[in-house]
């Protein structure tokens, strides 16, 4: 059995897949726009989003992330859960801390801890929250 995260971005999944590319080294392994579906549209999709994303795969590091826009309707809403980053080095915690807070929301700031050299929360532009840490 494989757990994966499916992040419904509701209209941004363009604008999330490149900011993952840039910020997190994303690699886009497939990509399906609702007007490639070979069957008809699933109720509920508005009308005039035929060019958004349907359903689409990334890979970061060692976790595929499966992300589309949903119903498109411009207001994604990410609640009751984090992705987490277990990285090698302080620098690379707080090069990550700060690219996926751009335009963000710090929820902890990046600091010391007795289990961490460095742990961190940031909400990213999309308000998709991020753990940030450094593997012991």
């Known amino acids: 059995m494989v ?19 840039k910020t997190l080294g994303a690699e886009v392994m497939m990509l399906m726009r ?4 070979p069957e008809p549209p699933p109720t509920g999709i508005a009308p005039g989003t035929e060019n958004n994303v349907m359903h689409s795969q990334l890979r970061i590091g060692d976790t595929i992330v499966m992300l589309s826009d949903g119903h498109c309707g411009g207001k994604p809403v990410f609640q009751g859960f984090s992705l987490s980053l277990s990285v090698p080095n302080d620098q690379e915690a707080e090069r990550l801390y700060t690219a996926l ?3 963000g929301q710090v929820q902890m700031p990046l ?26």
């Open 34 to 37: 609702f007007k490639d579906n």
């Open 3 to 21: 757990v994966q995260p499916y992040l419904f971005m509701d209209g941004r999944c363009d604008e999330a897949i490149e900011f993952y590319r």
């Open 101 to 103: 807070g751009q335009g």
């Open 111 to 136: 600091t010391k801890t007795f289990f961490s050299s460095r742990f961190g929360m940031v909400a990213d532009r999309f308000g998709v929250s991020w753990i940030i840490m450094v593997r012991q």
